[in-house]
């Protein structure tokens, strides 16, 4: 089936010591978000691309880089990674076509720093 | 920036009983989204509405836009214990590709 895949589910990293989260999808969409959602909270969207083109919300911090070499891969880079970004990491893609817009969530990668 | 309110935070009911959460954009929306969250899960989509005063229905569940395309609700008719998760209002802007989500209310049922 046609899906977006977050690897890995569970990720524990070390404060400051950088880690790289991972999506893809068979879906073909041109549209990739990278959402945080903190225990009982919103997702809150952190960046998108529309093709190759970044789009980066103005309260994401500097810590936090996208890199997407193609249509069907993006990447969530944390460089130095404090306590306050354990968290939640969703993976979301959408077809821009001007019909239903809708967002298709991978399953996530939940964020420990220890 | 735009902002999308949801009330209430939490509701727990006794299964059977009726269920209704609201959400309120500060800006004009193009259209209305909403998803349900089951714990532990991912958002899912459930239902997109883009007209001035849509009405919408999925079976027990019901999904209105308001007339200014600020506002939304959804209603859920005899709640039932497969119900329970978190539903999520997501708004977006006119010609935008930004999804902003509102607080979430997580829905509790009591059998």
């Known amino acids: 089936d046609a899906m977006v895949i977050q690897n890995p589910r569970y990720q524990v990293t070390q404060f400051g010591k950088p880690v790289t989260l991972s999506c893809s999808q068979t879906l073909n969409h041109n549209v990739m978000y990278w959402y945080q959602q903190k225990s009982s909270q919103a997702p809150k969207l952190l960046f998108h691309?529309?093709?190759?083109?970044?789009?980066n919300e103005a309260d994401t911090p500097d810590n936090f880089q996208s890199r997407r070499p193609n249509t069907s891969f993006c990447f969530l880079d944390i460089r130095s990674p404090g306590l306050g970004d354990a968290a939640m990491y969703l993976c979301?893609?959408?077809?821009?076509?001007?019909?239903?817009?809708?967002?298709?969530f991978g399953s996530g990668t939940q964020l420990s720093v220890l | 920036g735009q902002q999308v309110m949801q009330i209430p935070q939490y509701q727990h009911v006794q299964e059977g009983e009726d269920f209704t959460t609201y959400c309120n954009s500060s800006t004009t929306l193009s259209n209305i989204q909403w998803y349900k969250q089951r714990p532990g899960g991912h958002p899912v989509f459930l239902i997109q509405?883009?007209?001035?005063?849509e009405v919408k229905k999925q079976k027990r569940l019901t999904f209105q836009f308001g007339e200014a395309k600020k506002n939304s609700s959804l209603h859920i008719t005899a709640t039932q214990t497969t119900d329970v998760g978190t539903y999520f209002c997501a708004g977006r802007r006119t010609g935008g590709f930004k999804t902003i989500f509102g607080a979430g209310t997580r829905l509790f049922v009591k059998a």
């Open positions: 691309y529309y093709d190759k083109d970044f789009n």
């Open positions: 979301a893609t959408s077809r821009e076509t001007g019909d239903i817009e809708k967002l298709f």
């Open positions: 509405l883009v007209k001035s005063g």
